[in-house]
């Protein structure tokens, strides 16, 4: 199983960004996927959550209405589309997957290893 997130960068209050997740190794298609981000001395954090057909999203309070994760099951690939970003929002930005037939609410361990992350920074 391979993860391998891009798109961070530095960007400004309010600004956006979108982010991808390239996975391979597993039947994507019919697989959770799910977005966490951290930052120093905290826990990791889920962000978002979305179900193999794409059509079940879960979001956390904190990026609700901000956010949005979609998924291209075509090219194994989740993204988190990032608008009206806050400071707050800068963290390292982390993909993962669920065991098939998780629900996307709630909390459910994710199966795979953390990968190196992309890292968002918000800062004028």
């Known amino acids: 199983v391979q993860l391998v997130e891009s798109g961070g960068g530095l960007v400004q209050p309010g600004g956006s960004l979108r982010l991808s997740c390239a996975a391979s190794?597993?039947?994507?298609?019919?697989?959770?996927m799910t977005w966490y981000r951290q930052t120093p001395g905290k826990e990791r954090e889920l962000v978002a959550s979305i179900s193999g057909t794409g059509g079940t999203r879960n979001y956390a309070d904190s990026v609700k209405d901000r956010f949005t994760i979609s998924r291209d099951n075509a090219k194994n690939t989740v993204y988190l589309q990032m608008n009206s970003l806050k400071p707050e929002d800068t963290a390292v930005y982390y993909c993962?997957?669920?065991?098939?037939?998780?629900?996307?609410?709630?909390?459910?361990?994710?199966?795979?290893?953390w990968g190196q992350g992309t890292q968002v920074t918000v800062s004028s």
């Open positions: 993962n997957y669920l065991s098939y037939g998780s629900s996307v609410y709630g909390y459910t361990k994710p199966l795979g290893s």
């Open positions: 190794g597993f039947t994507f298609s019919i697989t959770p």
